[in-house]
Structure formats: structure tokens, C-alpha cells
């Protein structure tokens, strides 16, 4: 019974292995003439200014430091 059970779960780790090898290589890449597209404003993360540093202000709160988005220096006051 062991010897079956152990059939069934190495065939069916095996396909799962497979089906997922065979799913990953159909992943279309994004060709030079698309990339314009995919590089408009709206695409991006922070594409609101406004809600961008309305989120960055609450950061900074929670987290008892100023800066630490590119700007050097933290909670403590030193630089």
C-alpha cells in the first residue's frame, strides 16, 4: 500500500514539476514597440504626486524618522 501511495504522489509531484515548466514558457516578452505603452504614467506605482507624498508623510510618521526615500540622515538627527 506504501509502495502505491508513493507511486501516486512522486507521478504527481512529477506533473505538477511539468505543468508548471510548460506554463512558465509561455510567458510572452514585451517587444521594443510595446515598451512605450507599458512606460506611460499610468502604469506606474506612484503615478498621483499628491498621494505619493501624502503616503510618504505617513511613513515617515509611523516610522519616527524623516527622510530615509533617498534622503540621507534619520529619527536620531544625525547626518
Not at 41 to 49: G, L, Q, R
Amino acid at each position: 500500500m506504501k509502495s502505491i501511495l508513493k507511486k501516486i504522489t512522486y507521478f504527481t509531484a512529477l506533473s505538477f514539476v511539468l505543468l508548471m515548466n510548460s506554463a512558465c514558457s509561455m510567458v510572452k516578452t514585451v517587444n521594443p514597440w510595446e515598451k512605450g505603452t507599458l512606460a506611460r504614467a499610468e502604469m506606474t506605482f506612484e503615478n498621483d504626486k499628491l498621494d505619493a507624498k501624502y503616503a510618504e508623510h505617513i511613513y515617515s510618521s509611523r516610522e519616527a524618522a524623516s527622510g530615509g526615500a533617498g534622503v540621507g540622515g534619520g529619527g536620531c538627527g544625525c547626518n
